[in-house]
């Protein structure tokens, strides 16, 4: 359908439902709340929400935007959320949602709205394993295009790179296959450089055929955070890569769910996950029991459904402050500087504060490179904290000074997925200075009018 040159925008706004053969709804009207993100402190006000169903409805959308002067972003689950404004229509996929397994080549397809759980769902009865992370309730394709650091990444490397292929719309609304062979920059950009080339509206990805796993979390009273902290330092050193460990200080609240031993105070969580030999993989975790005195031990042979149990994030929306930075190295002044800022005598306002042991096979470059920069990261440290009004400004402060504590360890570089914000600085953290190039020269190959330049995307300075 033409549409005349003369529409203002507010009256092309009202027409955008005759192009696109799916419900679009415009502020106040029903389907629009659906842009309301996971992460509810982010501002996501668009000018309109697309509830795509198709690769078409994306692109119907993509072009229509061309057309009348909008940009278009994309949301799965809002994990992941930025602020978005008034002159941007939302393309929601979360009806994308299908996951075709195919058993025998150990592969998944899988639609752009899906989460990790539909895949788990689908996948685990076969006794495959999706190379998710620590959250089943976080989107596939949000996940994957920033990399991706499961609770098995030493052990089978970045999830990213058990991508096969995506279908993805670009700027300009065309529909293009992507994989190694075939649009191999593209193939090479998405995964890493987020919503920067295309939005995806499905993707392909190995299964590994992992049915169990040794693993679980031991935690302890944040009374034992130092001798805990410092006994997990020592140990990761002689974890081999078939072992995976993260820590993390806890502050969760008194809610339904959170069991008893860990509302309402200070506990440290040893998460632990590892394949292969598990007679093995318990005997290297007998140091960190003895560590302190557990309060809960979930640690044992787990189904591969079960993967999410071992980090149990937080599942319900709510205001997050993240924060982030990758280590090249945690010796133990600075387990003394993080506990100074993080630790029992910290008074620090942050529900979660989490180092992740990285290395292994995440070290190694994969048989296809990709945009993700910073493989060679030896721990990443990260923090949440809850948005309350009356403490939000402590919370980001404090998180600034979590980072900022941590500062001589610090690589000075950020993954994609953690903490995404406007800030003209993070780019410069996220890629090397030779991927920020080709990322923005691809983003002007396929999105010349800049029709998804919006968010946390790279392009060049126009
Ligand atoms: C509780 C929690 C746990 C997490 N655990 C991990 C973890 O273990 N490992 C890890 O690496 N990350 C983790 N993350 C970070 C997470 O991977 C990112 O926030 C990711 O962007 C979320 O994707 P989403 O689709 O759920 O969110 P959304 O907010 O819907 O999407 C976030 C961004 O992803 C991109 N995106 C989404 N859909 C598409 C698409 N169809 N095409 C192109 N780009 C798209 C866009 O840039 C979008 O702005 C976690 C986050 C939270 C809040």
């Given at each position: 359908m033409t549409i005349p040159a003369d529409l203002t925008r507010d009256d092309a706004l009202q027409r955008l439902r005759q192009h696109v053969a799916t419900h679009a709804a415009l502020p106040g009207e029903?389907?629009?709340?659906?842009?309301?993100?996971?992460?509810?402190?982010?501002?996501?006000?668009?000018?309109?929400?697309?509830?795509?169903?198709?690769?078409?409805?994306?692109?119907?959308?993509?072009?229509?935007?061309?057309?009348?002067?909008?940009?278009?972003?994309?949301?799965?689950?809002?994990?992941?959320?930025?602020?978005?404004?008034?002159?941007?229509?939302?393309?929601?996929?979360?009806?994308?949602?299908?996951?075709?397994?195919?058993?025998?080549?150990?592969?998944?397809r899988v639609g752009a709205g899906a989460r990790w759980q539909d895949v788990l769902d689908a996948a685990t009865p076969h006794g495959l394993a999706p190379m998710c992370g620590s959250a089943p309730g976080v989107g596939v394709v949000g996940y994957l295009t920033g990399g991706g650091i499961g609770p098995l990444v030493r052990t089978v490397g970045l999830s990213s790179d058990h991508v096969r292929a995506f279908d993805v719309v670009t700027g300009e609304g065309r529909l293009l296959r992507v994989t190694p062979e075939e649009n191999a920059d593209l193939f090479w950009g998405l995964r890493g450089g987020k919503a920067t080339l295309g939005i995806v509206t499905s993707v392909e990805i190995?299964?590994?055929?992992?049915?169990?796993?040794?693993?679980?979390?031991?935690?302890?009273?944040?009374?034992?955070?130092?001798?805990?902290?410092?006994?997990?330092?020592?140990?990761?050193?002689?974890?081999?890569?078939?072992?995976?460990?993260?820590?993390?200080?806890?502050?969760?609240?008194?809610?339904?769910?959170?069991p008893e031993p860990l509302a309402g105070r200070m506990t440290v969580a040893v998460r632990y996950t590892a394949v292969g030999d598990f007679a093995e993989a318990e005997r290297l975790l007998a140091p960190m029991r003895v560590a302190a005195t557990p309060l809960i031990d979930t640690v044992g042979v787990l189904p591969y459904a079960a993967i999410g149990a071992v980090h149990a994030d937080p599942v319900d929306p709510m205001p997050i402050n993240e924060n982030q930075a990758l280590l090249s190295a945690l010796p133990a002044?600075?387990?003394?500087?993080?506990?100074?800022?993080?630790?029992?005598?910290?008074?620090?306002?942050?529900?979660?504060?989490?180092?992740?042991?990285?290395?292994?096979?995440?070290?190694?470059?994969?048989?296809?490179?990709?945009?993700?920069?910073?493989?060679?990261?030896?721990?990443?440290?990260?923090?949440?904290?809850?948005?309350?009004?009356?403490?939000?400004?402590?919370?980001?402060?404090?998180?600034?000074?979590?980072?900022?504590?941590?500062?001589?360890?610090?690589?000075?570089?950020?993954?994609?997925?953690?903490?995404?914000?406007?800030?003209?600085?993070?780019?410069?953290?996220?890629?090397?200075?030779?991927?920020?190039?080709?990322?923005?020269?691809?983003?002007?190959?396929?999105d010349p009018a800049g029709v998804l330049a919006t968010g946390q995307v790279i392009r060049t300075m126009r």
């Open positions: 029903p389907g629009y709340e659906r842009c309301v993100p996971w992460n509810l402190a982010a501002t996501v006000a668009p000018a309109a929400v697309v509830l795509a169903t198709s690769a078409e409805d994306v692109a119907d959308t993509v072009r229509f935007a061309a057309a009348h002067g909008f940009t278009v972003t994309v949301q799965a689950t809002g994990h992941g959320a930025v602020g978005v404004g008034h002159g941007t229509i939302l393309v929601q996929t979360s009806a994308m949602k299908h996951c075709e397994v195919d058993a025998l080549n150990r592969t998944a190995d299964l590994l055929p992992i049915a169990e796993f040794y693993g679980g979390a031991v935690y302890f009273d944040g009374s034992d955070a130092a001798a805990v902290l410092h006994a997990w330092t020592a140990w990761c050193s002689q974890l081999p890569e078939t072992a995976n460990t993260s820590i993390a200080i806890q502050q969760l609240p008194p809610l339904p769910g959170v002044e600075a387990v003394d500087a993080l506990l100074t800022v993080a630790g029992p005598e910290s008074g620090s306002p942050q529900v979660i504060v989490e180092l992740r042991m990285l290395g292994g096979a995440l070290a190694r470059e994969p048989q296809h490179r990709s945009a993700f920069c910073h493989r060679n990261a030896a721990f990443s440290l990260a923090t949440i904290g809850v948005l309350m009004p009356e403490t939000a400004a402590t919370v980001v402060e404090h998180a600034d000074a979590v980072v900022e504590a941590l500062q001589p360890w610090s690589t000075g570089g950020q993954m994609p997925n953690f903490a995404p914000s406007y800030d003209p600085a993070r780019p410069a953290r996220v890629y090397t200075e030779d991927t920020l190039h080709w990322l923005a020269a691809l983003a002007d190959r396929y």
